[in-house]
């Protein structure tokens, strides 16, 4: 049986990005899936990784800290909790809307917390070689951008590329990163016949969001790299594919 963690992050629960998060629920359930969720702001996620959530501040070094605690069994009760929900996981995602160019900042200290040195990676486990090969993750991402300002010559920015950092994070786990579902222009701006329209547009995309939690397996997916692409000293070898802007042949 298949087990979805849904990750949100939303003040409020009722927004379109609440709302598409429920149908992901829906649909993933309905296909006879289990569900667990982790609505980071309902739930009180403390984002900021400190020393204070340790036993001991390891030198000032918070990849020891993490490490040390991974294997001491003392990681913060609620990161182990999201470490459980992750790895008891098939399939990952994500539910958030475009904060100032990037995932809102409780994703990047979910991040930053839950993906701990030592339970989640380790120097030899990652890339190629990462914990977590065996599970796909999907973000499904609100702009209040329209979808023409949002593409590579868009004034705000490729927004696939403003996800790819999170991506990528994803890939050094080695999880599979499926491409991103993006919905653009979505506020509460508009008005008239343009709300109605928005509003109208907005339904039939959570209507029909159960054919991608249905056919999820075959949905595409990012490409990266392979470990083999880089030399000893990191850097893509000259007859290696640059798949992404983020690396490429200078
Ligand atoms: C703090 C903040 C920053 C935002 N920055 C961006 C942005 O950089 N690009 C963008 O397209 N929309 C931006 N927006 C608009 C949101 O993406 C939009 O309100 C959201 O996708 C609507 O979905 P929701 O109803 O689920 O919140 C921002 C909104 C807020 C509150």
Redesign the pocket.
């Known amino acids: 049986m298949t087990q979805t963690l849904i990750v949100t992050a939303?003040p409020h629960s009722g927004?379109?990005?609440g709302s598409w998060a429920q149908e992901t629920e829906r649909a993933s359930l309905a296909t006879g899936g289990r569900v667990s969720r982790s609505d980071l702001v309902q739930d009180g996620f403390d984002p900021v990784e400190r020393f204070e959530h340790y036993a001991s501040n390891a030198g000032h070094d918070v990849l020891k800290c993490q490490e040390q605690a991974s294997q001491t069994g003392r990681l913060p009760a609620d990161v182990a909790a999201e470490i459980a929900k992750f790895q008891a996981a098939d399939r990952i995602i994500l539910h958030f809307?475009?904060?100032?160019?990037g995932p809102p900042a409780i994703i990047k200290g979910w991040c930053d917390r839950v993906l701990a040195n030592g339970a989640m990676h380790t120097s030899d486990k990652r890339f190629d070689k990462g914990l977590y090969r065996d599970k796909t993750v999907l973000f499904c991402v609100?702009?209040?951008?329209r979808e023409s300002e949002?593409g590579p010559d868009g004034k705000?920015g490729d927004v696939r590329m403003l996800l790819w950092p999170l991506a990528y994070t994803f890939r050094y786990l080695g999880c599979q990163v499926a491409q991103p579902r993006v919905v653009h222009g979505?506020?509460g701006y508009w008005k008239g016949r343009e709300k109605v329209k928005t509003e109208a547009r907005l339904a039939a995309l959570l209507y029909a969001h159960s054919e991608v939690i249905e056919g999820f397996d075959q949905l595409s997916l990012m490409r990266f790299n392979p470990d083999d692409a880089f030399d000893e000293d990191g850097r893509l070898r000259a007859g290696a594919e640059s798949v992404t802007p983020f690396i490429n042949h200078i």
Not at 97 to 101: A, G, L
Not at 142 to 145: A, D, F, H, L, P
């Open positions: 939303h927004s379109f990005t809307p475009i904060w100032w160019f609100s702009t209040g951008s949002s705000e979505v506020h």
